[in-house]
């Protein structure tokens, strides 16, 4: 059973909805605290003010395998981000504005939309910016018939003040860790304090939900899915990382370690981002996984796994 059943039937959902909206007043939603009112149409460094907008929506089969499964993972990309990454592979939607405003009820059937398809999660695509917006449209989801558990799906930026509004609402939580090195992240997405924040978050998630459960059909039915896409020259400081996950949040820790970084949008302006991951790159990250301690990677491309 989805989690926000539980505070829908008790009558604690609404309220999480309201202390969401009241964010957006002096908007406080994600660590940037921009402080203006999106409510009247102001907008921050997300670039989106009082409705959400969405690029596409649909079933996605090249999620983690226990999101997949046999009917695909329900994703619904949200448009725009808080944060400014140069190599986004989905820059388009991300930066520059690809997608369309929704109302709440259009989100709602998005919702519904994916569960009639078979989906088996509501897959919340960068959602940082839009929480809001999203627990109001699943709020009337859930009163037509939504069931699915809410996957959040984000790069890891994340209030721990906002996060724990979603206490009890999300099922699995999927951020990225993406920089251990604070100057790194501000001069390649624009963030301040992306560690310290990042780390926090992902506690604050992983006291939420634990360790990634799944069922006997192989999907995930609850907890932490951490995503670490490693970048050429160690810029992603996958060593740190990998201890961190190990020693402060699990050994157990479901980790998937992404090898398909391959530079597109502003990615070719920086000479160390200028190139694919080698595949000597990947090994070694893949090493220091296994040397933390991490004993629960995401599958691995067959031909590397066989190599190493
Ligand atoms: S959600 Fe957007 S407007 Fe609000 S603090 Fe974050 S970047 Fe600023």
């Not at 907008?53 to 046999?70: A, C, D, I, N, R």
């Not at 520059?96 to 999660?121: F, I, K």
């Not at 251990?180 to 992902?202: C, F, M, V």
């Not at 990250?285 to 067959?302: F, S, T, V, Y």
Request: glycine share 8%.
């Amino acid at each position: 059973m989805a989690a926000y059943l539980k505070l829908y039937h008790n009558g604690k959902l609404a309220e999480r909805v309201e202390a969401a909206n009241t964010l957006l007043k002096n908007c406080q939603v994600c660590p940037r605290h921009c402080g203006i009112n999106r409510l009247a149409e102001e907008t921050g460094e997300c670039n989106t003010g009082k409705l959400a907008m969405v690029s596409s929506y649909g079933p996605h089969f090249g999620e983690e395998t226990p999101l997949v499964g046999k009917h695909g993972s329900g994703t619904i990309f949200f448009t725009n981000c808080n944060l400014k990454c140069l190599f986004c592979q989905n820059y388009s939607i991300s930066q520059l504005g690809d997608g369309s405003e929704v109302t709440d009820e259009e989100l709602a059937r998005m919702m519904l939309a994916l569960q009639a398809r078979g989906c088996h999660n509501i897959n919340l695509v960068s959602p940082t910016h839009v929480i809001p917006q999203i627990l109001k449209g699943l709020e009337i989801a859930i009163n037509l018939g939504l069931r699915l558990p809410l996957v959040y799906n984000s790069g890891g930026y994340d209030s721990a003040e906002t996060l724990e509004i979603l206490d009890g609402i999300i099922d699995i939580y999927m951020p990225d860790m993406k920089y251990s090195d604070e100057r790194t992240a501000e001069e390649l997405s624009g963030t301040k304090n992306y560690p310290t924040i990042n780390q926090a978050a992902i506690k604050e998630m992983h006291r939420q939900v634990g360790g990634l459960k799944i069922d006997e059909d192989g999907i995930a039915i609850r907890g932490l899915l951490i995503r670490h896409l490693v970048l050429p020259h160690g810029l992603s400081g996958t060593k740190e990382i990998m201890k961190f996950i190990a020693e402060d949040i699990s050994p157990n820790s479901y980790v998937n370690v992404m090898a398909q970084y391959n530079p597109c949008y502003k990615a070719f302006r920086i000479p160390h981002l200028a190139r694919p991951l080698s595949k000597q790159e990947l090994l070694e990250a893949i090493e220091l996984a296994k040397r933390a301690g991490l004993n629960r990677l995401d599958r691995l491309d067959p031909v590397i796994a066989r190599a190493i």
